[in-house]
């Protein structure tokens, strides 16, 4: 099996910074792209930044400037830094990763984690 694991998220006043991590572990051979998504209240979950193994990132227009998304391939982790945030940012926060469980099998299957709150408070 396969488990990430969010962390970092909390209340925090409009302007203010916060850094997520996830942590991937259980049978992992190789993982391709990790994600973030975010949903908020009645709201669709939404892409807010994702990275290739080889460090290529993807941000939606309405993400960028204020996220930065990293990983450590070693530690099998990404990183989200969210910096000026806005009470528009309020969601839950969600990671997601491509996962290649074995070297026998070239399929790659996605995996979520619990999610992490982020309220931002104006």
Known sequence: QVQ???????????????????????????????????????EQRELVAASTSDGNTNYPDSMKGRFTISRDNAKNTVYLQMNSLK???????????????????????DYWGQGTQVTVSS
């Open 4 to 42: 990430l694991v969010e962390s970092g998220g909390g209340l925090v006043q409009a302007g203010g910074s916060l850094r997520l991590s996830c942590v991937a572990s259980g049978s992992i051979f190789r993982i391709n792209i990790m994600a973030w998504y975010r949903q908020a209240p009645g």
């Open 87 to 109: 009470p528009e940012d309020t969601a839950v926060y969600y990671c997601n990763a491509g996962v290649r469980k074995s070297w026998l099998s070239a399929e790659f299957s």
